[in-house]
Nanobody, 127 residues
Framework: QVQLVESGGGLVQAGGSLRVSCAASGRTFSRYMIGWFRQAPGKEREFVAAISGSGGTTKYADSVKGRFTISRNNGENTVSLQMNSLKPEDTAVYYC????????????????????WGQGTQVTVSS
């Protein structure tokens, strides 16, 4: 089992940058695929980015491709999401999620494929 805690959210102007992080407990962090999802008010939670346990495979939603970068440090049990060129439509609560059912090289984008979730961190982009 793994516990996840997000940090780094905040308020930023459009065009700015923000970095959110996910810290995980446990000694087998490298076995877990990590995904970032977000949920805006009145909308369903959606996939943003994911990284495999080994860190060698990443996947992004089309809406953030080229602007967001996901990375992980297995030695420190952390995953970060660097968000650049932020837009007002990026405003949402950002959640990190983990699952180890897919091996260390795969990533999946479906919300229901992740077993463990953090509490979320608010990201607000002003226009």
């Amino acid at each position: 089992q793994v516990q996840l805690v997000e940090s780094g959210g905040g308020l930023v102007q459009a065009g700015g940058s923000l970095r959110v992080s996910c810290a995980a407990s446990g000694r087998t962090f490298s076995r877990y695929m990590i995904g970032w999802f977000r949920q805006a008010p009145g909308k369903e939670r959606e996939f943003v980015a994911a990284i495999s346990g080994s860190g060698g495979t990443t996947k992004y939603a089309d809406s953030v491709k080229g602007r967001f970068t996901i990375s992980r440090n297995n030695g420190e049990n952390t995953v970060s999401l660097q968000m650049n060129s932020l837009k007002p439509e990026d405003t949402a609560v950002y959640y990190c999620a983990a699952d180890k059912s897919w091996g260390t090289r795969m990533v999946v984008t479906t919300l229901t494929d992740y077993d463990y979730w953090g509490q979320g961190t608010q990201v607000t982009v002003s226009s």
